[in-house]
């Protein structure tokens, strides 16, 4: 919403076309090679060679070698997402390979069941006569249309993709969204676009965590009552989940299914108390956090129920590898049962911790008997568990090194919280293989798969899932598919812009949902002032959201509406992250550019003036009066920024009184109002440090 | 884009939620208490009541007296809309009417097939406590859901409703949506979408032009040769078009299939060359225009085809009425064929007017055979026709008082053309009962059943087809819907931007779809100088396309791309039409007040500066290319504006030379470029002349 700042992304890009023309003839490096194209994640290697491929009306693609419906139903969606790129009416009727403007050439089937670890690796010739994807499999081609359709870009002559030769493939197998959909529904049809994008960005597994305390989510129809009293409702039928399946698998995208257990289980109990260590009855959770509920891993019934369950399931999600969580065990129902006491007497069972384990083991033998592979989160490592088993790591890389060097294959999570609400370019610098996995042996490196980003919905429904979601996954993608050294964190966020743009056209709502919510807020079209404040602020980090709630005596639910500004703002504000560079480049080059100055003042003067333009909607608008003393704060931090700038343009030393004073609104605007941080603030603060030291 | 001119909008609205509050205590017009809601079509008559009906979590709605599916689903899309417009989690379980916060309750049925002129009538009842709603049938009741939740607004205690008492009834019978889908095949999600919005604009009738020239888009399975050949395999199935009727019914609008015959019927002759009067091969036609294939009405072999085929619709299609086109046949090929002409003379046919009457007499018995009733342009009109059949009249009043005073039913489709591209003011001033029909007898007057918006497709694809029909559809349901006084254009335009927004949360495209055309066009994120430029033009009128492409040569086809400009920018510009208002009020009052005058020059001044700041891109993009006269015109008239404001302001008198300079640019800017024209032109001549007469 702020234009000044919106221009110097476009700048960057008319470089960049520039640079795709001239790189080829200078002897660029990998990096400005990369720099030259926008594809994200970052292709291994790229060579720029001359000329450009002009997509023509008589655009068309072609499959040789191996074919599959699969592989003509990518190269369909291929002339789609073209038509869409281009407004032509280009023919998705598949042509002789020979005659076609783009060749697939696959040289066998992938597996029936997609695997971890099969060749996901291709290569893409684009000439000025046309272009040749080459891949062993379908599952490389597939990633080589999703490179294509990425280098298409507007030229003075036509829609063009630069001639080039790409050599590509993963660094990491496991490429993964994990998905509550426990805390709040995300219905089907949000779940393909965003299968859609996954496959955008080459992820290559949907984690589906299907049920949780606060609801069961699968239908199940051997025990029936599981989403019949767990789940208010909100849940997908057997035909709903098939589907999913096949959708992310026509994307070359694996389903893991995630039924937690022992624990975060109280929606089971719903329905079927008697799995339950305490007694009942139980309904759905409402409240976030750790619950005592937990299976019973003392009754055989319990496991006769898992077995048929898992039996079940199985027939509807074909990948070798079941989720069964396994975390946040407090044990107090456990400790409560006199029964379960005495069974853990009765079988040298020393402590919760060997119970879980036990239980972890009777689990694995069912999972072994349905022909699938254990995963869960760390707390599931112990030293019994068949070595197939895989650690999902929510703690960190030492979880993983650990449990490499034991044998089990481990994907991190850590570090990829999308509920964290941190910034791209923190989930971009976690590395699965840095820290304690970093001293691995060649063999035990290994067994570190990749890693998943995890979208946690307590927050999130399917009104902004998406924003959640994306751009900031495309960061988490491209660590895990691009080599180790692509680590330039301002041309992440640069093709990262691009994605987002892309991920819109697609049907993403990311971006075009924000505004929905804040003409809710204002109840009226115009939402420029709420805009330009959506803009300078992100939602708290981390766990502070319930923090606050916790300290203000209040209790968050699922039935809570999410309608309120941090519900709708970006996680990561575009706005401040480039004031904040503009700021520091300013201060770098000792304020000598007025140019820079004059737009750094712009964006000021845009929050100076806003409070007066936002008070009438908050007057009017319940949902708004909470953030009454955010845009104050705005518009005095831009009043401050503004007084800074004029104290360094006059050489002008501000008065001790001033300086008190700024210093009092600067500590104010970074405490949390309305669940939301001033991003912005400490660039201001260093517009007043600097107007403190003069130029 | 222009956020100056969007502030106006808001003000407004809150002057409107203020008058909610204070009018009930005062005697209010009419008008005063159609300007404090926003509800559009305006209702017959409002009383507004003292108090507020907020929404709170536990909302729900009931159905009490006769009860239907149709009605539980209306029901459940109301609280669907309010989910939307709250983000509350609001239940979609009915519940018992008395306990209900909106309790419905209906008579009677409606018809098992909806007919023209059945009861749309309702009353609404809106006090604190909750919300009644009544109405003699289904179709009623649905409006008023609809009235409902326009009502809704954000206040600072909650999402509220103004306690009211409104009776509503429609004026007109028939209040439709034309849609050629020949020309460009609309997929069928658009078309649902399209659906729901009539519904909300209280429409009933779509229209559905499912064959021309240029496509045939019906599955036949009697003469699969028509899709097959007819439409490059764009074509809906049976089981869509029944679900499209189905989508319909369930919002009370009827769908009337059009199969247009004799003429514009190429498509058909594709499959089926001997329908045609002339020799072929055929293939669908490419082009725009009148063409001369017709059907040969002398052989019997062309009305069994048409029996055959009409049998097959009538079975999809449950309306009473059939719609046969019927219009502008050339005769061409009929004169050229020798047993056509001997038919003729056998049959005492003096020409070919004769002859197209014969042929939709022996059609409209077909039609009659299989319960359907005629409907066609006004060519069909003609002495011997069943006085049953309807006529849709392009001519204008004169052929509707002209078939009502022959006994015909007629429908008025005159200045209802939305390809047309004129402002909706001047749709809205478009009466069907005015002009001629104004002087028919009462009861003729009863013949005059309504009218329908016509959406012609040339140039329009998926990607614009909600941007051409919306919002400006809405102004022409409300001519149809409302009382004839209710002609307010000012408020009209205010309820119409409240409406446009509420479509686009309902999922229609009109107004987010522009900016990624321009996304495309630009080939960047950063799209704001473009969307300036496209604010200020807009596409050129009526067929002043066709004429421009004539003049230069060039042939307009349907294989031609729709992504240039002036397929992306509105059809009335928004912000034109802020700024010519704006200008003159300034005007008007001699130029008293500063703050007016700051608001346009602020205005001008981004247009001043636009063409530098979108330079860059018209550099890289070859669909930005042919409008760089435009974005220079756009600049120079920004520098006029402010010039003439400076001269007024020191009150100078300008010299003869600027005078002229300024003339020329003027003159230069009313001409089209690239198809668009720029329409803030006459409102900076207007500041340029008042410069030259001084304050």
């Not at 079927?272 to 509920?293: M, Q, T, V």
């Not at 019973?296 to 070798?320: C, L």
């Not at 080599?483 to 049907?507: A, F, H, I, K, N």
Request: proline residues 5%; negative net charge.
């Amino acid at each position: 919403m702020l234009d000044a700042w919106a221009l110097s992304g476009r700048y960057v890009r008319v470089l960049a076309t520039i640079a795709v023309a001239t790189l080829f003839l200078s002897s660029a490096t990998a990096t400005e090679v990369q720099q030259a194209i926008s594809v994200m994640p970052a292709p291994a290697t790229v060579q720029l060679l001359p000329g450009v491929l002009l997509i023509a009306p008589n655009f068309s693609a072609g499959i040789g070698g191996h074919e599959e419906p699969r592989l003509d139903n990518a190269a369909r969606r291929l002339v789609l997402e073209l038509r869409r790129q281009t407004g032509m009416q280009l023919s998705t009727k598949l042509v002789d390979a020979s005659s076609a403007t783009v060749e697939i050439r696959v040289r066998h089937a992938s597996g029936p069941v997609q695997d971890v670890g099969e060749d996901e690796s291709y290569s893409l010739d684009v000439d000025p006569g046309g272009a040749k994807i080459s891949a062993a499999n379908p599952l490389g081609a597939m990633h080589a249309l999703q490179t294509f359709s990425q280098l298409v870009e507007i030229t003075p002559t036509g829609f063009g993709v630069p001639a080039l030769h790409i050599e590509d493939a993963p660094r990491f197998p496991w490429r993964g969204l994990m998905v509550d959909v426990s805390r709040h529904f995300i219905p089907v049809d949000i779940l393909k676009r965003n299968l859609d994008a996954m496959a955008a960005l080459k992820m290559n597994v949907f984690h589906w965590s299907l049920s949780n305390n606060q609801g069961f989510r699968a239908e199940s129809r051997v025990f029936p009552k599981l989403q019949e009293l767990g789940s208010d409702g909100l849940y997908y039928s057997q035909a709903e989940m098939r589907e999913i399946v096949e959708y992310a698998h026509e994307r070359g995208i694996r389903v893991v299914p995630e039924f937690d257990m022992p624990g975060h289980s109280t929606a089971w109990f719903a329905g079927y108390p008697e799995l339950a260590s305490g007694p009942g009855p139980y309904s759905i959770e409402r409240e976030w956090g750790i619950f005592d509920p937990a299976m019973d891993p003392s009754k055989a019934s319990t496991y006769q129920f898992i077995d048929k369950f898992v039996g079940e399931m199985s027939k509807i999600f074909p990948d070798r590898y079941f989720h069964i969580g396994g975390d946040e065990v407090n044990g107090k129902q456990w400790d409560a049962n006199p029964k379960i006491q005495s069974f853990m007497r009765a079988h040298g069972i020393a402590n919760n911790h060997e119970l879980q384990a036990y239980f972890n083991e009777r689990v694995q033998t069912i999972l072994q008997k349905h022909g699938k592979i254990m995963i869960g989160w760390d707390e599931i490592l112990t030293p019994a568990l068949a070595r197939d088993a895989v650690i999902q790591s929510w703690r960190g890389q030492k979880s993983l090194a650990e449990a490499a060097q034991k044998g089990f294959g481990g994907i991190l999570s850590f570090g990829y919280y999308l509920d964290y609400m941190w910034a791209a370019s923190q989930h971009y610098a976690v590395d699965p293989a840095a820290n304690e996995a970093a001293t691995l042996t060649a063999g035990e490196k290994q067994r570190i798969l990749g890693g998943e980003a995890c979208m946690w919905t307590e927050y999130v429904s399917a009104e902004n899932f998406d924003s959640r979601v994306w751009p900031r996954t495309a960061a988490i993608a491209e660590r895990l598919w691009s080599p180790q050294d692509v680590r330039d964190t301002d041309d992440m966020y640069r093709r990262m812009e691009t994605m987002s743009w892309r991920l819109e056209r697609m049907g993403l709502a990311h971006r075009t949902g924000l505004n929905a919510m804040l003409r809710r807020m204002t109840g009226s079209e115009d939402v420029s002032p709420l805009g330009v404040l959506a803009d300078a602020v992100e939602p708290v980090k981390e766990y502070t959201r319930e923090q606050l709630a916790q300290s203000a005596g209040k209790t968050l639910t699922s039935d809570l509406p999410l309608n309120r500004l941090v519900d709708a703002v970006a996680p990561e504000s575009e706005v401040s992250r480039r004031f904040t560079k503009s700021v520091d480049d300013l201060i770098a080059g000792h304020f000598w550019d007025p140019a820079s100055e004059a737009q750094v003042r712009s964006v000021l003067v845009q929050w100076r003036d806003n409070d007066s333009r936002l008070q009438p909607s908050i007057q009017k608008s319940f949902l708004l009066k909470e953030i009454a003393p955010l845009s104050e704060q705005l518009s005095s931090l831009g009043t401050a920024g503004l007084q800074a700038l004029d104290y360094l343009d006059h050489a002008e030393h501000p008065s001790d009184d001033w300086k008190l004073r700024q210093a009092a609104l600067v500590e104010q605007s970074k405490k949390p109002t309305a669940d939301l941080l001033l991003v912005i603030a400490p660039a201001v603060q260093k517009l007043i440090q600097a107007s403190e030291n003069g130029r």
